[in-house]
């Protein structure tokens, strides 16, 4: 897999974890906590700056009360 492919599934995954926060009205710091994870972290998540583990996949998707296959959703 090339760099592009990598960065494109970030893109998918930073705007489903925002488009589901904000259908929650929550603010990037609501979601750090109910996740158990830092609000920068979520903020760099949703620039697409970070490669997540599926531990903390797993924790967002938990948080927001979706299935980790929803996030990263094409």
Same mark, same amino acid.
């Given at each position: 897999?090339?760099?592009?492919?990598?960065?494109?599934? %970030?893109?998918?995954?930073?705007?489903?974890? /925002? +488009?589901? #926060?904000?259908?929650?009205?929550?603010?990037?710091?609501?979601? $750090?906590?109910?996740?158990?994870?830092? %609000?920068?972290?979520?903020?760099?998540?949703? /620039? +697409?700056? #970070?490669?997540?583990?599926?531990?903390?996949?797993?924790?967002? $998707?938990?948080?927001?009360?979706?299935?980790?296959?929803?996030?990263?959703?094409?």
């Amino acid at each position: 897999m090339g760099q592009v492919f990598k960065n494109e599934l %970030r893109k998918v995954f930073a705007a489903h974890v /925002r +488009s589901h #926060r904000l259908e929650r009205g929550w603010s990037q710091e609501d979601l $750090a906590s109910k996740a158990g994870l830092h %609000r920068t972290y979520i903020g760099s998540i949703e /620039r +697409s700056e #970070r490669n997540v583990s599926i531990d903390n996949i797993d924790r967002i $998707a938990l948080a927001l009360k979706v299935e980790p296959t929803e996030l990263l959703r094409r």
